[in-house]
Structure formats: structure tokens, C-alpha cells
């Protein structure tokens, strides 16, 4: 079957200006989603994944500004549309699932008015239709009495099922792609499970794209097709999420997966690995390798120019580091 | 939503009682009501005729009950001075009183929450720094200095409007804006502290990320949320406003029931001033009480809190 592409982000960077100086929270990232495609991006809190996608939406605060080489949704430049244009796409062909379920829905309006909303701005359907389609759609993320749902408020719901109707909400229009932007973490561990599969299972059903934005590992090799690992606003490492997995290149994808215990493979009371040191300041302008100070690679060529994003193990495999990836196998 | 208003409403009445006592007990703390009636000239005799005339010799207590049991019947006694029914001076006054308090609060209301919402879109630009200095105004000023300012300026330097009386709409627009004027840097600042708030909210990046119209995310998503305050606000400046009143009708003449309250005070006229005070406050413990219903209207969690 031929991929057929949702979505391409090249050069894609967002500064916002600080007292200190500029931030630089997402640097020249680049990396595209195809129909039916799941893309996890993963990495620490602070390592620019949330950024990434609120500047595909559009949705920066406003003093971030977004630049970018490239940034097209299925034939849509997103770069050379106005405002106006680009809210035809928000909710519509691209929608959002946010991290906080709790404060995410208005308190102030029912259920079946916050999901009836997008179609009926986006002339999509009338009323009628539209609480049709809310009322399956609850269903399908596995609401029961879902015609009565609609006329309750986010007060009378818990957060598991907030998230269900953020996903519902998310898919009321149809879109073409989802992004996910931590849709468990604010979640108990038992319902997190429940929502990813959910999202998996939607995404197969819809064939839409899904981005999945997530500090969870374990999340990501559960349902993602390719993992675009970010550190310090770069993305480090991408590739399939069977060679991310089993033979990761970059230093700190490595170090990342050293972190997580495996049923099997850890030995019982061993010690899990950690990365030594802190996250760089991203402010001002940063030349070479982000991560090289906690690098137990790093040699004088990591901070003296730039590292690009390589070739890899295979043809969708990149990796940034001065060292080939092979020379990076242990 | 029933029980909600059924509770409102049980200590709304409450309140009013509490107040009708302070107020009739306050009246009798300010001198012996017989004496301030008899005039500087009685003597003790006429005096002491006067005390037993209006009954002033009996127990507070049996005077209150009295008192009350008549006022629940609208029945708030004869005016010391007009020699009229209370209820019926009150009566012909009072819509004068409204009309005047409810144009103050519009005209506040449509001048602070534009300004409060744009200064909140806006933040530290010049319309945010224009409407702060209105409020620091506002705040500052006196309004019977505000009312003097404005009446030399529109009424008498560049005659636009009549300066006194009641008779006709331009009467009523000076004094509204003197009166209005006065809880507009409140009702401001608290809408662009609200908008401030709810604009960095979840649900209205969620509102944004559903491709809604920038108009339907400030005014169906942000406002209903942020106006709250601003609706309680309302309504306790709006009691405000109502004592206020008695200030600014007696600059501008107005016949309503503040002007009332000042000659009624200045002629010791206590039947009518126990009448004034107690619905004055009949009407804030009102407007308080549908603040409650309208902000439980607007936010569906109080409702059940």
C-alpha cells in the first residue's frame, strides 16, 4: 500500500524572547506522518515535544514566534495561509488532544455543546447531525449513556472520562491527523492503559495520522510505527519503532532506554541506568552537540560545529551524532 | 438549581430581618426621636405628649414588633412631616431612584467591560494604560466633586444638559454618569484580571485549537467565565450606588428617594427614614440575591456547590 502523506515539517523552530535573552526551545525540526501512521515523539519535560506541536497548530503563545522550511498539512502550506485560513484547518483537518483533561473543557458549557461546536463552525453538519455524531462518537471512546452525557457538565465527569470526550471532540470533524500531546499523563496508571489503547484502536479505525507526544517509553512501544526522539529542542534521534528499540544509536536514546527496566532482560535488585547532569539552557545560541556535556562519547569535534541529523542503520533512520552509528553500537 | 434558590432565598429573608433591626434600633441610638420632633422650643409636657402620642414610651422591643407587623403589610406608618402615608411617598419616588441607579450601572457596565476585555486582549498597551488611568481616576475622585465638575462644564459653560430636576431623559444623564462613573474602575479591573486568567486557560487553547472563530473564543468562552466576579461586584456596588444616590440627587435635584432620605434626615422625619433604609437594603439583599442566580445560571458548578 502507498503512504500517503499528512504531514511534512522541515526547519521547524520557535523562539521566544526571555529577559536573558532568546530561547530557542525547538531548533530545526523536521519530520512528517502518513495516513494511518502513528509518530511518537518522545523526551524530558522541557526538550521543546509540546512546542513542536502547539507550532504545527498554530497555537504558540503569543510571544513564541514559529519559523519553519516547510510545513504542509495534505497539500496545504500551512506557512502561506493567514489566520483566518488556518482556523479552517484547526479542529477540522488537524485536531488536538491536550494533557490536562481537567481544565481542558469550558466549565461553563455541556458536553454535547463543547463537541457539537467544531462541525457546526466548521459547516460540516446542523445540530441535529452533529449531536448524532457526538453521541456515536462517545460511544465508539466507550462512554455509555452517551445521549445523556451531552447534557452534562466536565464537573460531573471524571478525568478518565474528560479525556474520552477530548478524544471524541478531537475526532468530531474527521481530521486527517490527530496530535496527541500527552493525552495519560494527567491520567491514573490504570486508565492510561485503557486511553492509549483507545487512541490506537481510533487511529487503525479512522486511518487518520496520529502524533503522539510522550515523556512515556513505554507508551511508545506499545503503539507508535516511528519515534522521533527529542533532546534540548532537537530531535537526535528517528526511525522505525523496532529499530529505536532494539538497537538505538544516539547516546541518549540509549541512555533513555537504559532507564526503563525490562521484564526479563533487567536483573532482579541491579541498578537502572541514569544520565548524569542536566538539561543545556536553551537560551542564546548553542554551537555543537546539545547533548555532549553529558556524553561519555563526547570528544573536542562534539562542540566545535554543528551536528546535522545523519543517515542511520537503514533508509528512515537518523541519527545526530558526530559518530556513525555504526561506531555507536556497544 | 431549585434548592439552590430555595436556600438563596431562606437567607436572603434572614438577612432582610437582621437589617430591618439594625436599622430601626440604629434610629434610636442617634437621640430621643421626641425630643428631636418637639423642636428646640417644647417643653417637657409637649415633649412627653409626644412621646405617648406616637407611642415612643413603650419597649423597643414591642415598638419593633409593631413595627415590622405593619411594615410586612406595606404599612410603614404616617410621615412626621408630609403627613402622608410612608408607603406612598416612598411609592412615587422610588421608580425615580431605580431609573437613575439602574442607567448608572449600565452606563458603568458598558464602559468597564469593553474596556476590561480589551485591556485584557491587550495587555500593558496603550488601551490598557488608557483604561488604568481611568480607573486610578475614578477611584480617586469624589463624586459629588465629579458631579460639581460635570455640571459646570455640560451644564453651564457648554449647556448640553439641564443641570437640575427629574422631568425629563437628559435630566438623568449627568447624574448617571457621576454615579456610574464611580464603579467603573472596580467592574474594569476585575473583568481585565478575569479575562487575564481565563484567556491563558486550557479550555480556551482547546477552544482555539477547535478552529473557532477569535469572536466566539473571547465572547462564549472567555467572558462567560471571567464576567462572575464582575456580576457579584455589580450588584454590591449597585448598594453602593444606592447610598451614593442620596449624594448625587441632592446635587442634581432629583426627586427621588436618596433626595428624600437627606430632607427626611433633615426634618427628623424617622418614619420615613426607618422606611428608606430598610428597603434600600430590601433591594440590595434583592440584587445580591440575583447576582447569586445569575452567576449560578452562567457557571453550572455553582449550582451544586
Not at chain 1, 57 to 65: E, I, K, V
Not at chain 1, 151 to 158: D, E, F, I, K, V
Amino acid at each position: 500500500m502507498a503512504s500517503e502523506r499528512i504531514l511534512e515539517v522541515e526547519g521547524l523552530s520557535v523562539a521566544i524572547p526571555t529577559p536573558s535573552g532568546m530561547l530557542h526551545p525547538v531548533q530545526n525540526v523536521g519530520f512528517h506522518v502518513d495516513r494511518g501512521e502513528t509518530v511518537a515523539i518522545v523526551g524530558e519535560s522541557g526538550c521543546g515535544k509540546s512546542l513542536t506541536s502547539l507550532a504545527i497548530m498554530d497555537l504558540l503563545p503569543l510571544r513564541a514566534t514559529r519559523s519553519a522550511d516547510r510545513l504542509v498539512l495534505d497539500n496545504t502550506d500551512m506557512l502561506r495561509i493567514g489566520e483566518r485560513q488556518m482556523s479552517d484547518i484547526r479542529g477540522n483537518r488537524m485536531s488536538m488532544i491536550f494533557q490536562e483533561p481537567m481544565t481542558s473543557l469550558n466549565p461553563a458549557y455541556t458536553i454535547g455543546d463543547q463537541l457539537t461546536e467544531g462541525p457546526r463552525r466548521h459547516g460540516q453538519s446542523g445540530m441535529s447531525e452533529a449531536r448524532d455524531r457526538a453521541v456515536w462518537l462517545l460511544e465508539k471512546v466507550g462512554i455509555t449513556a452517551a445521549a445523556n452525557r451531552l447534557r452534562q457538565y466536565p464537573h460531573q465527569l471524571s478525568g478518565g472520562l474528560r479525556q474520552r470526550v477530548m478524544i471524541a471532540m478531537a475526532l468530531m470533524c474527521g481530521p486527517d491527523l490527530i496530535i496527541a500531546d500527552e493525552p495519560t499523563t494527567a491520567l491514573d496508571v490504570t486508565i492510561q492503559a485503557q486511553i492509549l489503547h483507545l487512541l490506537a484502536e481510533l487511529q487503525r479505525e479512522f486511518h487518520t495520522g496520529l502524533i503522539l507526544i510522550t515523556h512515556d517509553l513505554g507508551v511508545v512501544a506499545r503503539v507508535a510505527d516511528r519515534v522521533a526522539v527529542m533532546y534540548a529542542g532537537q530531535i537526535v534521534e528517528e526511525g522505525s519503532a523496532h529499530r529505536i528499540f532494539t538497537t538505538p544509536s544516539h547516546p541518549y536514546t540509549r541512555g533513555l532506554l537504559d532507564c526503563i527496566p525490562i521484564p526479563g532482560k533487567t536483573a532482579r535488585g541491579s541498578h537502572l541506568g541514569s544520565i548524569p547532569g542536566i538539561v543545556p539552557s536553551l537560551i542564546g545560541e548553542m554551537p555543537g552537540c546539545h547533548f555532549a556535556e553529558r556524553c561519555r562519547h563526547a570528544t573536542g569535534r562534539c562542540t566545535s560545529r554543528p551536528v546535522d541529523l545523519g543517515d542511520g542503520l537503514e533508509p528512515d533512520h537518523r541519527v545526530r551524532c558526530v559518530f556513525s552509528p555504526e561506531e555507536l553500537q556497544p | 438549581m431549585f434548592t439552590y434558590l430555595l436556600r438563596r432565598l431562606g437567607v436572603a429573608v434572614l438577612v432582610a430581618l437582621t437589617v430591618s433591626l439594625i436599622t430601626f434600633s440604629m434610629i434610636y441610638l442617634s437621640g430621643d426621636p421626641a425630643v428631636a420632633l418637639a423642636g428646640e422650643a417644647a417643653t417637657e409636657e409637649d415633649i412627653e405628649s409626644i412621646r405617648t402620642y406616637y407611642g415612643y414610651d413603650r419597649p423597643i422591643l414591642v415598638q419593633y414588633g409593631d413595627w415590622l407587623f405593619k411594615a410586612l403589610q406595606g404599612d410603614f406608618g404616617q410621615s412626621h412631616y408630609l403627613k402622608q402615608p410612608v408607603a406612598l411617598v416612598i411609592f412615587e419616588r422610588l421608580p425615580t431612584t431605580m431609573m437613575l441607579g439602574l442607567c448608572a450601572l449600565v452606563f458603568a457596565l458598558v464602559l468597564s467591560i469593553p474596556l476590561g476585555v480589551l485591556a485584557a486582549i491587550r495587555p500593558n498597551s496603550l488601551i490598557d494604560r488608557t483604561a488604568l488611568t481611568i480607573a486610578v481616576i475614578g477611584q480617586a475622585m469624589p463624586s459629588f466633586w465629579f458631579a460639581l465638575t460635570l455640571m459646570l462644564w455640560l451644564g453651564i459653560i457648554w449647556r448640553l444638559l439641564p443641570i437640575t430636576g427629574s422631568d425629563s431623559w437628559a435630566n438623568f444623564v449627568m447624574p448617571s454618569i457621576a454615579l456610574g462613573y464611580y464603579i467603573t474602575p472596580a467592574a474594569m479591573r476585575l473583568t481585565r484580571a478575569g479575562m487575564l486568567e481565563v484567556l491563558s486557560a486550557d479550555y480556551i487553547r482547546t477552544a482555539r485549537a477547535k478552529g473557532l472563530r477569535p469572536v466566539t473564543v473571547l465572547f462564549k468562552h472567555a467572558l462567560r467565565n471571567a464576567i462572575l466576579p464582575v456580576i457579584s461586584l455589580a450588584a454590591v456596588q449597585f448598594g453602593f450606588m444606592l447610598g451614593g444616590s442620596i449624594v448625587i440627587e441632592t446635587i442634581f435635584a432629583i426627586n427621588g428617594l436618596g433626595f428624600l432620605a437627606w430632607e427626611s434626615i433633615q426634618r427628623a422625619d424617622l418614619p420615613m427614614m426607618q422606611a428608606i433604609v430598610l428597603v434600600l437594603s430590601v433591594f440590595y439583599i434583592l440584587l445580591t440575591l440575583l447576582a447569586d442566580m445569575l452567576n449560578a445560571w452562567l457557571d453550572p458548578r455553582i449550582r451544586v456547590a
